[in-house]
């Protein structure tokens, strides 16, 4: 972030946080009586990070919880909130990373590197942050470092647990309902409550709606980004004995949305683009289309600038598309206790399935005009220029518009059983045993398709001089052996070999024959994982407790993949089988030095499996990705002072690397294809710092910081997208070369990230309580690529800010609130891909635009 645009920013933070200080400082002395719960000291938090219940300032870990209450006081209603104010943690997409470990890739095939689990079960479905802001969740953990031998599978760099609330045995829930900008709302209810003696339940329903985010310029056609999603939970529990309990969730997520089409912030090349003869050094190209490109350039001779370029809200696209998904998650947990032992069974099942349509081009066909005439013409040698019938001399050119689409569709469906064991025996020794299995199938199907008449389908020259009586066509136009051909451009471009008696390359019209494919791809891939698990925990002294731990760990992944790419492919088929096992362990002690001081420190190991690279186009068998090892050291320190008015938590870590997982995005056959590999070694250094200060009876401080420090130690790669876009797919241009990538820093790692909340409640004697809220967080420079191209692939430094007021009704029976949420209304990048070798463009992932809202509450019991 440029130093003038940090000065504006922090003037902006400035005034809101001394407001709040001092309305504190007010209160705190006109206020006939402070809040009861906040004189006693900062709230005491439980957590369940270590399969135990423990309080948040005595757990071994690093870890963020978020109480409901907390959740609503912060507006934390969303991935993006949650990153705010989690130490290390970075969502974009689909795709989570705590301290730099992430996910490489969200194709089949490849592995989250953070578990996500819901009550316990586990499940890759990040859209879980968005379901419904949270409304039936009792609490979130984000649990930082490896989590191997617990928590096991893919918690190589963490794990976030999401605990719903549990049914009560009295009448209660709530009514909720929002109302804000852009056709924000937000319908909720929920009610809990006994079924007679021995059953209870709870039920939970929301719906959210908000209007598109991008508006489309396209005349007719609906604004894009829009949100359309219907929730609804149950669990009923049976409390069989006062040591037996079972429980039975049930959970339905629905999206009916306008998806947004890639947001586009470069300016339009419109410049036609040449073709050239294959040299000893270069492949050469097709008129119209970018050297190692196999689509033409739709940019060519637009006749509209990017609305983005001024304002990345805005688009002008001519598909309007959908997204529609469902989401359904059962859940069985049965709860017995034997005297000191407790034992817990867990299943879980989850389906998912996925349909997605967008516009593949990114333009509206009505301002297209790349030149045929001119494509035609270089290909029959500048010898014939076939210009539109009826003018002078046959000069205006014959135009076409691109009509591509995008689409994907998945589904999947996991179950997995948990058996754990855990002992309470009043002596020095207990531990924690388990088994656990995991089976998951998954299909993915992927495409772009042509439909520009002229393109991919019909014959523009056919269509132009058949008005006119000419039986001129695109076969006659460049010579083929067969003139009577009657080629779309697309068509006619795979027929080139033909000339000097080859055979012509890749083509596929679609089913319908309204178009063609430029690429598709269907992928299948089962996971099975089991493991056996255990850990010790001995108490040395009264103060001192060693813990080892120790989880073996096999991962079975088969996969298939059909894959066709336009010129490059033609429909081929893979299959690949593979394996992996490994032993994880943790080593711990935990000192606890006084009633207000705790300590830990541990090393641990970490194991992410193995992995294939599906759909990509080329005849070999998809690459097999070995398995993600680390080794980490960590030292924590978390201390209550001032009487429990301040606490301080910190934590040091160091990563050592094996093997790391890196996505990475390769030009295959002229397609851009998102892949990940191993870098041979990467080590990553950093510092947590947590500090929430009670600086008076009713008002609250939060803050937090974390600096990272994370860099390849050993990887070298070629930059195949830089390759193709700047060295014109030269294998002798610097780009082509191979690049010694070690100091660069790894994926999603900004290396500091800052946030600050404040809360200050005011007693309002029989009028309730009012509670208003400031929240500000800033999250420094990363990169997307192992590149770390500042022109790609930099994400710059960005900020934040949310606020809230709310009055509570005394016994807290009626709540009204505003809040605002990206106060700036600045659209920040927060993750960018490389450029498109077809177009030369690149697209951007960007923050929400301004929120504000009422919020009207009604909770009951």
């Not at 069989?240 to 997520?253: C, E, I, L, Q």
């Not at 007021?805 to 106060?823: G, H, L, Q």
């Amino acid at each position: 972030m440029s130093s003038t645009k940090s000065s504006t920013r922090s003037f902006k933070l400035a005034p809101l946080t001394y407001a709040f200080i001092a309305m504190g400082l007010s209160a705190s002395v006109h206020a006939e009586e402070a809040v009861e719960e906040k004189a006693t000291g900062i709230e005491v938090i439980e957590v369940t990070s270590t399969k135990r219940i423990t309080t948040l300032m005595e757990t071994g870990q690093a870890v963020n919880a978020f109480s409901a209450d907390d959740m609503l006081e912060k507006n934390i209603t969303n991935a993006q909130d949650l990153v705010q104010y989690s130490p290390s943690l970075v969502i974009t997409g689909n795709k989570v990373a705590i301290r730099g470990v992430g996910r490489a890739s969200n194709a089949l095939g490849s592995d989250p590197g953070v578990g996500i689990y819901a009550d316990g079960v586990y499940s890759t479905e990040n859209g879980i942050f968005d379901y419904c802001n949270f409304c039936d969740v009792d609490r979130v953990e984000v649990l930082r470092g490896p989590q191997g031998t617990l928590y096991g599978r893919n918690s190589v760099g963490g794990a976030i647990n999401i605990i719903s609330k549990a049914p009560e045995q009295y009448l209660g829930g709530y009514l909720n309902a929002e109302f804000g900008n852009d056709g924000y709302q937000v319908l909720q209810g929920q009610v809990t409550g006994p079924l007679g003696e021995t059953f209870s339940g709870i039920a939970t329903v929301s719906k959210k709606l908000r209007d598109g985010m991008q508006e489309n310029l396209a005349v007719g056609l609906e604004d894009l980004d829009t949100t359309d999603r219907t929730y609804y939970s149950g669990t009923l529990k049976g409390d069989w004995t006062d040591n037996w309990s079972s429980s039975v969730g049930y959970m339905n997520h629905k999206r009916d949305e306008i998806p947004s089409t890639a947001y586009l912030k470069d300016d339009y090349d419109t410049a036609f683009v040449n073709g050239s003869s294959p040299t000893a050094t270069s492949p050469g190209n097709y008129p119209g289309m970018f050297p190692g490109a196999t689509a033409v350039n739709h940019l060519a001779g637009y006749g509209l600038t990017n609305p983005a370029v001024a304002d990345i809200s805005k688009t002008n696209v001519d598909t309007q598309g959908h997204i529609t998904s469902n989401s359904e998650r059962f859940t069985f947990v049965n709860d017995m206790s034997f005297g000191d032992l407790d034992l817990k069974y867990t299943y879980g099942q989850f389906e998912y399935d996925y349909d997605l349509l967008q516009d593949g081009d990114v333009t509206n066909k009505a301002y297209g005009a790349i030149d045929l005439s001119m494509i035609l013409a270089q290909m029959n040698g500048f010898t014939f220029y076939p210009g539109v019938p009826g003018t002078p001399a046959y000069t205006d050119p014959i135009t076409l518009a691109s009509d591509m689409t995008t689409s994907t569709v998945q589904s999947a469906k996991s179950s997995s059983h948990e058996l754990q064991l855990v002992s309470n025996y009043s002596g020095d020794l207990n531990f924690i045993a388990g088994l656990y299995y995991f089976n998951n199938k998954e299909s993915q199907y992927n495409d772009y398709v042509e439909r520009g008449f002229g393109l991919m389908q019909g014959d523009a020259i056919a269509a132009a001089y058949s008005a006119v009586g000419s039986p001129l066509n695109t076969g006659m136009t460049v010579g083929l052996p067969y003139p009577g051909a009657e080629l779309s451009a697309y068509q006619l471009f795979a027929y080139v070999p033909t000339f000097t008696g080859g055979a012509p390359l890749p083509y596929m019209a679609t089913a319908d024959g309204s178009g063609g494919y430029l690429f598709k791809t269907q992928n299948t891939l089962e996971t099975t994982s089991t493991a056996v698990y255990g850990q010790l925990e001995y108490n040395l002294t009264d103060a001192l407790t060693l813990t080892t731990g120790v989880r073996y760990s096999e991962d079975e992944k088969e996969g298939t993949d059909n894959v066709f790419a336009y010129l490059g492919l033609a429909e081929t088929a893979h299959a690949v089988k593979d394996d992996w096992s490994k032993v994880t362990w943790r080593v711990q002690a935990d000192w606890t030095i006084d009633s207000d001081s705790f300590l830990y420190a541990y090393a641990a190991t970490g194991y992410r499996s193995g992995g294939f690279n599906l759909g990509s186009p080329t005849p070999n068998e998809p690459d097999v990705v070995a398995p993600e090892e680390l080794l980490a050291y960590e030292i924590g320190y978390k201390r209550s002072m001032w009487e429990n008015r301040i606490n301080l938590t910190a934590a040091a870590y160091y990563y050592d690397y094996t093997d790391l997982q890196v996505t990475s995005t390769e030009v295959i056959a002229g397609k851009p294809v998102t892949t990940f590999d191993n870098a041979a070694a990467a080590s990553i250094t950093g510092l947590e710092l947590g500090l929430d200060v009670l600086l008076t009876d009713n008002l609250m401080l939060n803050s937090s910081y974390s600096y990272n420090k994370s860099e390849y130690d050993d990887y070298s790669a070629i930059d195949s997208t830089a390759c193709t876009v700047l060295g014109n797919a030269d294998e002798t241009h610097a780009e082509c070369q191979v690049q010694d990538l070690s100091g660069n820093q790894l994926n999603m790692a900004p290396e500091s990230k800052f946030s600050l909340n404040l809360i200050q409640y005011v007693e309002l004697s029989d009028m309730g309580l009012l509670t208003l809220s400031a929240g500000y967080s800033w999250i420094g420079e990363q990169y997307t690529r192992s590149f770390n191209r500042d022109d790609w692939d930099k994400v710059e430094s960005y900020d934040n800010i949310d606020a809230r007021v709310s009055w509570s009704s005394p016994e807290d029976t009626y709540v009204i609130s505003a809040f605002v949420k990206n106060a700036g209304d600045e659209r920040d990048l927060i993750h960018r891909s490389a450029p498109f070798p077809d177009t030369r463009g690149a697209s951007g992932e960007y923050t929400d635009p301004v929120t504000y809202a009422v919020q009207l509450r009604y909770n009951f019991e």
